[in-house]
């Protein structure tokens, strides 16, 4: 299928609200398991603790371990008017995690909810917190506007106590995203469930929903099963919530989110694909990270200047790329560690906005973990393109009928 045959009505499908999980399982292992094998076009289900008996026994199972953080928060205009501010990214560090270290002052871009509020606004916003001593300690919290890009502003944020790293701060002040259709406030219950068991590094406003179905016995009976466990970075972005709106694909502009890849998973991954692994991605975004390797190896390989490369894939860059790859999977990846290790650093950081959508060829995945998506979306797309859109309707027409749960705290499916 051509890019610019695809019709995004047929990526459509009716999403009764009741389907729409509103709380977690108490037991995460417990969620239902839909198990697709392409290869047979067969349907079976099971529990999620029923993984490590379906994965092959081949397999190198990846998945993200970043963890959100509270983004949420609330501050106030001069006249009284309510703002509420969703932090995005930070302006002056690469990553989250380093800004959420780090004291007062700082400039984040963030999505905002409220009227007038242009550039030099000044917000402002106090909070009284009782601590465990039942002792009451004042928060302040401002934040300006300097800057309104894309619908989103820069806001410079300052507060007091200033002694306060920024997660230490908003860890009493702010709330955890929620998704926009979970319809309740944040509860107890979502700074628990709303997070992987294995979450690690600060900076997501959104969980990567396939990993919050792990527990440590589903880990140790995939472990028992000689399957190894892997770990890659990427922050999660509102964007992922995000329906397409356009007509066509080509009008969509693809949200960006930045990971962070170490020299040691790497190399583990170099090895697994020389032994002939099957490469199991756990959710889209290590679907998304992985695939991006890939191809920005092969920009590398074609680069002549090593010293400062730019780690960033564009949304369309696969179509240029492909028509000019010169290296294979196992090849992308030594290229990636040749890089590291030639210019002594540990980690590789980046960024991207690979979409991936039907006509799509996948490269270094075999198999995904994930929860079922929002009709219309990029990341049906992207199962879309794993399974193929017919095997897609039925996926999702037997998770229906089946009384599966959907979305973030929903249930999930394994695709082979």
Same mark, same amino acid.
């Given at each position: 299928m051509q890019i610019s045959q695809i019709n995004i009505d047929e990526f459509n499908y009716f999403l009764p609200e009741e389907k729409i999980a509103q709380i977690p399982l108490e037991n995460r292992d417990e969620s239902k398991l839909l198990y697709f094998d392409r290869k047979l076009r067969a349907i079976s289900h099971f529990q999620f603790k029923d993984i490590a008996e379906l994965l092959p026994i081949n397999s190198f199972l990846i998945r993200n371990i970043t963890k959100v953080f509270p983004a949420r928060l609330y501050l106030y205009k001069p006249t009284g008017g309510k703002?509420?501010?969703?932090?995005?990214?930070?302006?002056?560090?690469?990553?989250?995690?380093?800004?959420?270290? &780090?004291?007062?002052p700082q400039i984040w871009e963030c999505t905002v909810k409220g009227k007038n509020l242009s550039v030099g606004l000044i917000l402002y916003s106090e909070y009284k917190i009782l601590s465990d001593d039942e002792q009451i300690t004042k928060l302040k919290l401002t934040? +300006?506007?300097?800057?309104?890009?894309?619908?989103?502003?820069?806001? &410079?944020?300052?507060?007091?106590?200033?002694?306060?790293?920024?997660? +230490?701060?908003?860890?009493?002040?702010? +709330?955890?995203?929620?998704?926009?259709?979970?319809?309740?406030?944040?509860?107890? #219950?979502?700074?628990?469930?709303?997070?992987t068991e294995y979450a690690k590094i600060n900076g997501s406003i959104a969980a990567p929903t396939a990993g919050l179905h792990f527990t440590t016995?589903?880990?140790?009976?995939?472990?028992?099963?000689?399957?190894? #466990?892997?770990?890659?970075?990427?922050?999660?972005?509102?964007?992922?919530?995000?329906?397409?709106?356009?007509?066509?694909?080509?009008?969509?502009?693809?949200?960006?989110?930045?990971?962070?890849?170490?020299?040691?998973?790497?190399?583990?991954?170099?090895?697994?694909?020389?032994?002939?692994?099957? #490469?199991?991605?756990?959710?889209?975004?290590?679907?998304?990270?992985?695939? %991006?390797?890939?191809?920005?190896?092969?920009?590398?390989?074609l680069n002549e200047n090593m010293d400062n490369f730019n780690f960033h894939l564009s949304q369309w860059d696969w179509i240029r790329?492909?028509?000019?790859?010169?290296?294979?999977?196992?090849?992308?990846?030594?290229?990636?560690?040749?890089?590291?290790?030639?210019?002594?650093?540990?980690?590789?950081?980046?960024? %991207?906005?690979?979409?991936?959508?039907?006509?799509?060829?996948?490269?270094?995945?075999?198999?995904?973990?994930?929860?079922?998506h929002l009709p219309k979306s990029t990341l049906l797309l992207l199962v879309g393109a794993f399974v193929g859109r017919e095997n897609l309707q039925k996926i999702y027409n037997e998770a229906l009928l089946n009384n599966y749960r959907f979305l973030s705290y929903g249930d999930t499916s394994l695709l082979i």
């Open positions: 703002v509420e501010l969703l932090l995005e990214n930070p302006i002056s560090e690469k990553l989250s995690q380093i800004a959420l270290t &780090k004291n007062s934040g +300006e506007i300097i800057g309104n890009e894309g619908g989103k502003r820069n806001i &410079k944020l300052s507060w007091e106590p200033s002694d306060l790293n920024f997660a +230490e701060f908003l860890t009493k002040i702010a +709330e955890i995203p929620l998704p926009p259709y979970i319809k309740r406030k944040p509860a107890t #219950i979502d700074k628990e469930h709303y997070q016995s589903v880990d140790n009976a995939i472990l028992n099963k000689g399957i190894d #466990i892997a770990e890659i970075v990427l922050h999660v972005g509102s964007g992922t919530f995000q329906p397409i709106k356009s007509k066509t694909v080509f009008e969509h502009n693809m949200h960006c989110e930045k990971f962070q890849i170490s020299l040691d998973f790497l190399q583990k991954l170099e090895i697994a694909l020389q032994n002939e692994k099957k #490469i199991i991605a756990v959710g889209t975004t290590t679907v998304r990270t992985l695939e %991006t390797l890939f191809w920005i190896a092969q920009n590398l390989a790329l492909k028509e000019n790859v010169v290296l294979d999977a196992e090849k992308s990846i030594n290229k990636l560690i040749q890089y590291c290790q030639i210019n002594s650093i540990s980690q590789i950081i980046g960024s %991207t906005e690979l979409f991936i959508l039907p006509s799509y060829s996948f490269r270094m995945v075999q198999g995904i973990i994930t929860n079922f």
